[in-house]
């Protein structure tokens, strides 16, 4: 297998506070790959370093062979193959779902291409029977899904989801990562961001555990729920908590 | 829905009704100043319809709308008055001085976020306002730009009365319509909505939100000059206060928020609500600072009770007639539900 990603003492500064600090971590091909950490890590920070959203103030991001510098904007970024959803979902306002896909499947399709490929993503993503609702208007978990169909919409190589699973119910996660795993299954390398490491274990093979900005540990999901260092990270609780983001303290 | 249909759909029926209405008006009315003021009503649909393409779908507000098209009317003037060329072949360098000076403001302001295009279209507005009056070799400065009547001449935009730009603005209000609504059905129209949604998202998805903005912005400069260049023929006297003031630029805005931003017929419908409103607050109060009152009284009532423009109380009412007529059946039908579930 060979790298889709990889990320080399990455740093960037807030006005003092040092939200990533050398963080090195690589992704491979075709892989799905956990980053773990408690809120406030850096681990949103860096989907954004990834995504131009922030430019590092040093450091290395290399994707597939190439290294990303100011030049890649974040539509280049897009283009390229570089997918993210956001934490708190960005839907466009009034714009039905349907023209929420279609706007964006227009970008490599013709018209009529393009309706064909925003019914079969609706589909995917069990959104086709509110097609023609605003999505403003969507409830917090459709809008999460209108967020990932967008980005497949892109036909990406590597989706970074940030903490997709919080805010959903046991039921609506089990549904999420039974698609996460087939959005995995089309050929698309997927970071897979949680601040809670339970939800990663049935999907992810590897995990990249951060912690105050810089890499902490990796390994499997396994072995990371049981190391000392991670344990320490998460204060003894949260990590081996249920995924529930409401108590997340000891 | 088949084409056959689509014809009856009640839009489209009115839009016919009105069409062959406004085509046989002009034989019922007797008085120079109506045709004037349905003249006017049109013009301003038009710039309307302009400001629209970037304020409206792009929720990108625009106070330079007077600007372009005081470069439409101006440039119609001048190469007519200097070198006698036919509007017609002036117009396409107003649509490229147009373009060009779109392309100016959008290019220093259009990375940014928040306020600075709407703030930067403030500062253009009020330069070239300054530099027509300061050209006035060419432009007559404060004294204002005459156009001579020249006979029946339709190459020269000259005749006898004014009727003859009842039917041109008539053509020119349809083609307006034409050019938004295959605006918002192109590419740059669905990720102009993408934009007005959400910028940041728009961009991660491949959006190249500058590029896109850029392109609206021009395309609405472009309208905006032609219907000036137009109008400034059927105006006859074109000075800065008339053709490049910050009020002229404000009225366009109210016209297109009154009506109904990013809504095909709302500028229409707003013009034929505010030009009148206009004309009618000039004859009974006189006072030429009326209209500022107007505007404001107008925007904080439809703040208050209709923010989306009094076009879609239409467009709710069409909708009604449609489910009415469509009965029982089901109305809008989901894309692929019929296939299996997985
Ligand atoms: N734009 C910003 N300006 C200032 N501080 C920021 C900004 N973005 C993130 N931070 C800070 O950086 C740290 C990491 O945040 P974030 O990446 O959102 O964490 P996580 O996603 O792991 O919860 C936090 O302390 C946060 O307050
Ligand atoms: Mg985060």
């Known amino acids: 297998m060979s790298k889709m990603l990889e990320v080399k003492d990455l740093s960037i500064n807030f006005g003092g506070i040092k939200a990533v600090r050398d963080f090195s971590f690589d992704i491979e091909e075709g892989e799905i790959l956990a980053l773990i950490g408690p809120n406030g890590c850096g681990k949103s920070t860096t989907v954004n370093l990834i995504s131009g959203v922030s430019t590092p103030n040093t450091g290395t991001i290399k994707y597939q062979g190439e290294f990303l510098t100011k030049k890649h904007s974040i539509a280049t970024r897009s283009k390229m193959g570089i997918g993210r959803t956001f934490q708190t979902p960005k839907p466009f306002g009034f714009l039905s779902v349907y023209d929420n896909v279609f706007s964006i499947t227009l970008q490599r399709h013709g018209f009529k291409e393009a309706r064909a490929k925003t019914n079969e993503i609706l589909k995917m993503f069990e959104l086709d029977m509110v097609c023609e609702e605003p999505s403003i208007k969507l409830p917090i978990e459709k809008r999460k899904w209108l967020d990932l169909a967008r980005v497949m919409a892109t036909e990406p190589k590597l989706v970074m989801m940030d903490e997709c699973m919080a805010g959903l119910n046991p039921n609506e996660m089990q549904e999420n990562l039974e698609l996460v795993k087939r959005i995995n299954k089309t050929g698309v390398t997927i970071l897979f961001i949680e601040h809670v490491m339970r939800a990663v274990v049935s999907v992810c093979t590897r995990a990249v555990v951060m912690n105050e900005g810089t890499f902490l540990f990796e390994g499997t999901p396994e072995t990371a729920l049981k190391n000392a260092d991670v344990i320490r990270a998460y204060i003894g609780g949260a990590a081996t908590e249920t995924p529930d983001e409401s108590k997340g303290g000891e | ?342």
């Open chain 2, 1 to 342: 829905m088949t084409k056959a249909k689509n014809l009856l759909q009640p839009k489209f029926i009115v839009m016919l009704i009105a069409f062959l209405f406004f085509l046989i008006l002009p034989t019922f009315i007797e008085s120079n100043y109506i045709i004037t003021v349905l003249i006017k009503c049109m013009a301003f649909a038009v710039f309307g319809m302009a400001w629209n393409i970037i304020g409206g779908y792009g929720a990108q507000v625009s106070w330079a709308s007077a600007s372009f098209v005081a470069i439409g009317a101006y440039t119609n003037f001048i190469m007519q008055v200097e070198l006698s060329i036919s509007p017609f072949l002036s117009i396409p360098v107003g649509m490229l001085l147009s373009f060009l000076f779109a392309t100016l403001i959008g290019y220093g302001t259009f990375r940014l976020r928040g306020a600075y295009f709407a703030i930067a279209t403030i500062a253009f507005a009020e330069a070239f306002r300054g530099v027509l009056q300061y050209f006035s070799g060419l432009t007559r400065g404060s004294a204002g730009m005459f156009i001579t009547y020249r006979g029946n001449n339709f190459l020269a935009l000259s005749f006898s009365n004014d009727r003859p730009f009842y039917f041109i603005f008539l053509v020119l209000v349809i083609i307006s319509l034409i050019v938004s609504r295959l605006f918002i059905k192109s590419k740059t129209g669905y990720y102009l909505g993408c934009i007005k949604g959400d910028e940041d998202a728009a961009e991660t998805l491949g959006i190249e939100t500058f590029k896109v903005k850029l392109k609206a912005f021009q395309i609405s400069a472009i309208m905006m000059s032609v219907a000036g260049a137009f109008y400034a023929s059927f105006l006859t006297f074109i000075s800065p206060i008339s053709t490049a003031s910050f009020n002229l630029s404000v009225m366009i805005g109210i016209v297109a928020i009154v009506g109904g931003t990013a809504t095909l017929w709302g500028p229409v419908l707003g013009a034929f609500i505010i030009v009148p409103l206009i004309e009618l607050s000039g004859v009974l109060l006189g006072a030429a600072g009326a209209s500022n009152v107007l505007y404001g009284l107008l925007l904080v009532v439809m703040v208050m009770f209709r923010p989306s423009g009094l076009i879609t109380i239409l467009y709710a009412l069409f909708d009604k007639i449609k489910k009415i007529r469509d009965g029982n059946r089901k109305v809008k039908v989901p894309i692929s539900v019929d296939e299996e579930d997985s």
